[in-house]
């Protein structure tokens, strides 16, 4: 059986490998790779600690290379982890790490905000519920694969 991406269906993924490559880019301009640039973000999105699970279900990152990025940043002080809970683990960022986010991933934040902060409420408001939308059917269309 043969199935053809729809012209819409096209577009849209165009404009994700696109945007996946701005945020390569940026990163790259900001001296981290993809994996480092995703976690620090993420802990940047969450304050200045971040639940480890949070990281690996916020980032769409393997395990393992959320792992093994946490560990390069724990070598270069970037953060520390502590266990909390038990099991479940919970990222800091230290003085240095707090620091470095400033000079990267801060510096992403602020230029999506500034992004939505030019559109109109009812623009913002579309494009996210719309996402939010897609996702939901796409994770319902999933289960039953």
């Known amino acids: 059986m043969k199935v053809e991406s729809s012209k819409n269906l096209k577009r849209y993924n165009h404009l994700i490998g696109e945007l996946d490559a701005a945020y390569h880019e940026a990163s790259l301009k900001l001296g ?11 802990i940047c999105n969450c304050g200045t600690s971040c639940p480890l699970n949070e990281i690996s279900r916020q980032t769409g990152l393997s395990r393992q290379t959320v792992n093994s990025a946490i560990r390069n940043l724990e070598s ?3 953060i520390y982890l502590k266990n909390v809970n038990g099991k479940a683990k919970e990222v800091y960022l230290t003085e240095k790490g707090l620091a470095a986010a400033r000079n990267t991933a801060m510096k992403i934040i602020a230029m999506e905000n500034d992004i939505l902060a030019s559109w109109t409420e009812e623009e913002v408001q579309n494009y996210l ?5 897609f996702l ?10």
């Open 32 to 42: 981290l790779s993809d994996s480092i640039s995703k976690i620090l973000y993420t």
């Open 76 to 78: 270069e002080e970037i």
């Open 129 to 133: 519920n719309m996402t939010e939308r």
């Open 136 to 145: 939901a059917d796409l994770k319902e269309r999933v289960k039953l694969l």
